[in-house]
């Protein structure tokens, strides 16, 4: 994270925010950082090359790998198993539901397969960083993010955006989670700016866009699947970060309606 703020400024040549806007938060997985595209890869191979999955398609074993890593995650959230345990019981489960029982030991060479996998690909979503970049310097910047602060902050290092953000807000530090208006009051306090001032960028309908809305912040949908828009007058709506110049806008325009 960056020290304590410079008075905004504009350089030249950049789209200046519009008056009132002074900050911007962002949700981390699969908003800027791309972990759906990581999480493929890895979980591809094993796929391939596990005999364990011969009668189970890639989607199926991708849906059955979501489930559970948001359900290990959320155990893992609470404190009631460690982050080791979490990784390799996950990959126990996959086994077990793909019809094979495996042990602990296998299931944690497995796990560490997947993780090297993992790491081997990842990438931020791309024009999140282009887009970060144009908006740095002009507001304020921030990171909402339902996960743990080390591994958050290992993630914006491996995509480049490290020292661009003012903070960093994980649901570990503050102790609730988005859609709790808790945790973005916490990035508000955090960047010294009033809720009026804000734009919340998310890929999570429930927890970035009716979370931000719930804490009286103005949202913008990443809708990078492009899914049914549930209410298109909770937030703008973007597809795509790339052109930077075009997400810039849709986030700009987003605070501007509010305005109205
Ligand atoms: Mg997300």
Known sequence: MK????????????????????????????????????????????????????????????????????????????????????RVRRFQALFRWAGEEISLRDARVKALTYRRLYLEHQRPVPGAVALVRRLAGSVRLGIVSNNR??????????????????????SEEVG??????????????GLKVARDEVVMVGDSWPSDVLGARAAGLTAVWFNRGAFP??????????????????????IFLAYRLEED
Do not use: C
């Not at 030249?12 to 949700?27: C, M, N, S």
């Open 229 to 250: 828009n549930p209410d298109p007058s909770l937030a703008v709506e973007l597809t795509s970060l790339r052109p930077a110049s075009s997400a810039l806008e849709a």
């Open 149 to 170: 602060t080390r591994g958050q902050l290992d993630k914006l290092r491996s995509i480049g955006l490290t020292g661009l953000f003012d903070v960093l807000i994980t």
């Open 3 to 86: 020290g304590s703020a410079a008075h905004p400024r504009v350089a030249a040549g950049k789209t200046p925010p519009p008056e009132g806007l002074r900050a911007v938060l962002f949700d981390l997985d699969d908003t800027l950082y791309d972990h759906a595209y990581a999480l493929n890869h890895a979980l591809r191979s094993l796929w391939r090359e596990e005999p364990a999955f011969r009668h189970r398609t890639l989607d199926a074993a991708r849906a059955e790998y979501a489930r559970l890593l948001e359900e290990f995650h959320l155990r893992l959230m609470a404190g009631k198993i460690t982050e080791n345990e979490a």
């Open 176 to 189: 609730a989670a988005k859609p709790d208006p808790e945790i973005f009051q916490a990035a508000l306090d």
